[in-house]
């Protein structure tokens, strides 16, 4: 501890998916940061990539967001050009959300700052003490009054040393008493009791559970005695979290994350079914309850909360809060509106801009509330709530410990670094010989380009075909005949394919006009709706040379409109009761025809 702190060391360890976001300009995009590969997803590194592809050719691909186009001109050179490999299933077409990194070491980092905004958030809750009054400056001061409270806990950043991609579904209630799986189907989706991997799924970067990394908290005791003296309001809970040790405030955590978890316990227990509650109390074990009505998945979001549960202690020796990413509603607001996670409504309505619309969301006692969670799907069919961390104090010895773990994993980096180097040192000879190498061919391979450009002005196809063949032998990767190359066979093989279309065109032509040499009554045999019935007899009409339709055929299309207009239900006979539907008719028989016509179909029948 210094003069104006006590400052804590902390081991923070991940015990569920962790994402803090880099933002969303930071988010990867399919084709253009990221391809999906050997059932693998893999970061690109786009300035290693303009080494191999040219870079019109790389703009475009990368400007389409075009994932097959890229790793067809990257080929073999694909895994030269990536940053990162997660041997992760992907599937859908969304966004991946990357994590916040440390600028010069690019490990994913927890910042303090979000730390800290999910312990202000928790501290909502202890300084209302049960009151539905909220005012944040009441609670937390201003930081242009100087009595900004937060400003006296001060938290460090945690870096990590790797990261993975999870991904992560949506349970939403369908009714205000059934929940479920949000998956693909109509404008905004829909919920099923199934649960299914993709649709309305999102790709997340993670720290993954079991991670553990070393940070701080500094709570400035002497600096806020000054404070203190200038409230009333509070300033007992304030000072008793300012001046003891950091276990009361852990404390007040566990017994937070505790009622939260409690509360999204009995959240997805009872949405977990449609039935009634008189049945859910006839299951007293509830596995028996889960395995007969339970929608897919319940049990094992249950399990993972009820896991979280056994690890909170009943003192502050360490702390369990929940925070970054999947937060959700009620802990971004502090939890303190509720005492159940109960919904009642499924939308609420408001007047903007003098129009009213209806929102879609979660309401209890018409208050905003939440009616749906991300939950992340791990490997070995383990669903679970995002962002729950472990907070815990270190000894003296267990700081010495991770010291001098540091000081050997420095050691470890530095030689890490020098077999780089001298990676690097070899790589770069290798590197010049190559470039030597592709000089001396250089010269051969323009001189055979010239020279197949000249043959095929010469029109002597073949001989230049052989040139470009022999420029691609020199130099493998160089695409620079690739035009000239399109361009000699285009020329060869034009004639041909010309040929080919104008036979197949006039093959085509010979069919359409032999469907056609048939009688107007043979014609429509097939029809079974009056808008093809109509379509069949331009077609007649145009191949057979006929402006208007023959007297002879038309009591063939009366007989087959009237044949079809009977057979149609009842409901379909009520539109084409309007004569307007008729219009297209007009067009073939007239309108004194059609009139008549529509009498006599849409009134014998």
């Known amino acids: 501890m210094n003069e104006l702190n006590k400052k804590y060391i902390l081991q923070m360890e991940v015990l569920t998916p962790l994402h803090v976001g880099a933002g969303a300009e930071k988010d990867w995009v399919q084709g253009s940061d990221f391809v999906v590969h050997e059932d693998k997803v893999k970061i690109l590194n786009i300035k290693k990539a303009a080494q191999f592809v040219k870079i019109d050719d790389l703009t475009k691909a990368l400007l389409e967001k075009n994932s097959s ?23 859908g077409t969304n966004d991946i959300k990357s994590c916040i990194k440390n600028g010069l070491s690019n490990k994913p980092i927890v910042p303090g700052s979000s730390l800290k905004g999910a312990i202000r958030s928790i501290l909502v809750d202890y300084l209302l003490n049960d009151s539905k009054t909220l005012n944040e400056q009441t609670l937390f001061g201003k930081a242009s009054d100087g009595d900004e409270f937060m400003r006296f806990i001060k938290v460090s950043d945690a870096e990590f040393k790797k990261t993975n991609l999870v991904n992560t579904k949506i349970f939403n209630l369908k009714t205000t008493s059934q929940g479920g799986w949000k998956f693909s189907g109509g404008q905004n989706g829909r919920t099923n009791s199934l649960f299914q991997s993709d649709g309305f799924n999102t790709f997340y970067e993670v720290i993954e559970p079991n991670q553990k990394s070393i940070m701080s908290i500094s709570i400035a005791d002497i600096a806020f005695k000054n404070y203190a003296e200038k409230i009333a309001q509070f300033s007992l809970k304030k000072t008793n979290l300012i001046n003891k040790e950091v276990e009361f405030l852990f404390e007040i955590i566990n017994a937070h994350t505790k009622k939260y978890l409690e509360k999204e316990k009995a959240f997805f227990t009872k949405y977990a079914t449609d039935k009634t509650p008189q049945i859910l109390a006839d299951y007293k074990k509830l596995d028996v309850f889960f395995t007969k009505y339970a929608t897919d998945k319940t049990d094992k979001i249950i399990e993972n909360i009820n896991s979280l549960i056994n690890q909170i202690p009943v003192n502050g020796e360490y702390c369990i809060l929940k925070m970054a990413a999947g937060s959700g509603f009620h802990s971004i607001t502090g939890d303190w509106q509720f005492d159940d996670y109960s919904i009642d409504k499924l939308s609420y309505t408001e007047e903007k801009w003098g129009k009213t619309k209806t929102v879609s969301r979660g309401m209890l006692h018409d208050s905003k509330s939440a009616k749906s969670r991300k939950i992340a799907i791990q490997s070995g069919d383990k669903f679970s709530l995002m962002g729950f961390i472990k907070l815990t104090p270190l000894t003296d010895d267990d700081i010495k410990k991770a010291q001098e773990e540091r000081e050997i994993q420095r050691m470890k980096n530095e030689m890490e670094l020098q077999v780089q180097q001298q990676k690097r040192v070899e790589q770069e000879r290798l590197e010049q010989e190559k470039i030597q190498k592709e000089q001396q061919l250089i010269g051969d391979y323009k001189l055979a380009i010239q020279q197949a450009e000249k043959m095929c002005n010469q029109s002597n196809f073949e001989e ?22 399109q ?14 279309v104008l036979e197949a065109e006039k093959e085509l032509q010979d069919k359409r006009e032999a469907a056609n040499r048939v009688s107007l009554e043979e014609k429509l045999k097939t029809s079974t709706k009056i808008p093809t019935v109509l379509g069949n007899v331009k077609t007649w009409m145009k191949l057979n040379g006929f402006e208007t339709i023959p007297i002879s055929d038309l009591d063939a299309l009366k007989m087959k409109l009237h044949e079809i207009y009977s057979a149609m239900k009842p409901k379909e006979q009520k539109d084409w009761q309007n004569i307007k539907k008729w219009n297209e008719l007009t067009l073939l028989i007239g309108d004194e025809m059609v009139q008549k016509w529509f009498l006599e179909i849409t009134t014998t029948t």
């Open 487 to 500: 361009t000699i066979e285009k020329l060869y093989n034009n004639k041909l394919l010309h040929d080919k």
């Open 69 to 91: 186009s890229l790793l067809t001109k990257l080929a073999g050179n694909l895994d030269n050009c990536v940053d990162t490999v997660f041997n992760s299933t992907y599937f």
């Open 464 to 485: 230049a075909k052989q040139l470009i063949e022999k420029a691609e032998n020199l130099l493998p990767s160089e695409l620079s005949h690739y035009d000239l190359k």
